[in-house]
């Protein structure tokens, strides 16, 4: 059973272009949710979905960012129009529920925009 | 004042030692989770707790839920255990549910 896997795991971007970051949850679970590490800077909540549905995007920058979980494939967050502030690391866990279960965490992807 | 505390921030030691990092918190939760982060990697999840003792290996978790406050302990330690080392505490919150963390607490072993 391969763990959540977050690809790519570095990601270079220019000003202005935009990033895609995915993640596969691990097999049988259904509850995503993705936190962003800024450097010198703990981890912060940004979004956390379920299939088809965004439950709680109140971490989530209002503009230029945006998430999805769709039925089928990963779960894409999705940054326009890049800015040097973007820069940071974004990490994905998966849960099999919500509530008081475990969640685990990918590799994460480190974005750099140049 | 954040929601979620830890200390020490930084914290040095020799192998052998027995480490303590603290955590403390201010909001209800549901349960709290010590993660583990090595440079440039991923992380992994250590412990979920909602009450008493966990055990594993040589680590070793404690929560008091009436004092807000767990703490890691790692016995024996060892070069390897070398990591920051975060809180997190699962926030429950209008039907839904997030972490928030702690700043974490860099841990160095040396030989």
């Known amino acids: 059973n391969a763990g959540v896997m977050q690809n790519p795991r570095h990601l270079v971007r220019r000003r202005g272009q935009e990033a895609r970051l995915r993640c596969s949850p691990m097999?049988?679970?259904?509850?995503v949710y993705w936190y962003r590490q800024l450097p010198e800077e703990g981890l912060k909540f940004m979004v956390y979905?379920?299939?088809?549905?965004?439950?709680?995007e109140s971490g989530m920058p209002k503009e230029r960012f945006s998430a999805e979980f769709p039925k089928e494939g990963p779960s894409i967050l999705r940054i326009q129009q890049v800015v040097r502030g973007d820069s940071a690391a974004y990490f994905c866990?998966?849960?099999?529920?919500?509530?008081?279960?475990?969640?685990?965490f990918g590799q994460g992807t480190r974005l750099t925009v140049v | 004042k954040n929601e979620v505390e830890q200390s020490p921030q930084n914290l040095t030691a020799q192998e052998g030692e027995f480490i303590t990092i603290n955590c403390s918190y201010s909001?209800?939760?549901?349960?709290l989770h010590w993660l583990q982060q090595h440079p440039g990697g991923g992380i992994v999840s250590l412990f979920m707790?909602?009450?008493g003792k966990k055990k594993h290996g040589r680590l070793i978790a404690t929560i008091n839920i009436q004092e807000k406050h767990s703490s890691l302990h790692i016995t024996a330690s060892h070069p390897r255990d070398s990591a920051v080392y975060i809180c997190a505490v699962r926030k429950m919150q209008g039907g839904s549910e997030k972490l928030v963390f702690g700043k974490g607490t860099k841990l160095t072993v040396n030989p």
């Open positions: 707790l909602s009450s």
């Open positions: 909001v209800g939760i549901s349960a």
């Open positions: 097999k049988g679970h259904s509850h």
């Open positions: 866990a998966s849960s099999p529920s919500g509530g008081d279960t475990e969640a685990f």
């Open positions: 979905l379920q299939k088809e549905n965004i439950i709680d």
